[in-house]
Nanobody, 121 residues
Framework: QVQLVESGGGLVQAGGSLRLSCAASGSIRSLRVMAWYRQAPGKERELVASFTNGGSTLYANSVQGRFTISRDNANDTVYLQMDSLKPEDTAVYYC???????????????WGQGTQVTVSS
C-alpha cells in the first residue's frame, strides 16, 4: 500500500507565504514524478508544479516565479514553497506521485488527501 501524506496548508494574507509538504510511504520501487495540483471551487483540478526523479521541474504559468517545488529523494518527500500568495491561489492542494510499487511492473498515479490553502485579500 502506498500513502501520500500532505501538511502545511492554512490561512494566510495576500503577499504571505506557505510551505506544503508531501511524504510518500509504502512499498515503493521507483518514484518517477512528484507533483502538486490544486482545485478551486467550481474549477477543474490543475497542475501547479512537478518534479521528476531526473531533476526536471515544471510550473504553471500562474505560479512561475512565486512558487518553488523541491524534492528530497532519499525520503520520498516533495515540498512546495509558495511566496507572494494571491487570493486566486485559494484552493485545495493535492500531492500526486507517479510511481511503481514493489513487485509490480507498471507505474500508477497516487493522490494525497488534499490540504486547504486560503489566501485572504
Amino acid at each position: 500500500q502506498v500513502q501520500l501524506v500532505e501538511s502545511g496548508g492554512g490561512l494566510v494574507q495576500a503577499g504571505g507565504s506557505l510551505r506544503l509538504s508531501c511524504a510518500a510511504s509504502g512499498s515503493i520501487r521507483s518514484l518517477r514524478v512528484m507533483a502538486w495540483y490544486r482545485q478551486a471551487p467550481g474549477k477543474e483540478r490543475e497542475l501547479v508544479a512537478s518534479f521528476t526523479n531526473g531533476g526536471s521541474t515544471l510550473y504553471a504559468n500562474s505560479v512561475q516565479g512565486r512558487f518553488t517545488i523541491s524534492r528530497d529523494n532519499a525520503n520520498d518527500t516533495v515540498y512546495l514553497q509558495m511566496d507572494s500568495l494571491k487570493p486566486e491561489d485559494t484552493a485545495v492542494y493535492y500531492c500526486n506521485a507517479l510511481l511503481t510499487k514493489t513487485g509490480e511492473r507498471f507505474e500508477n498515479s497516487y493522490w494525497g488527501q488534499g490540504t486547504q490553502v486560503t489566501v485572504s485579500s
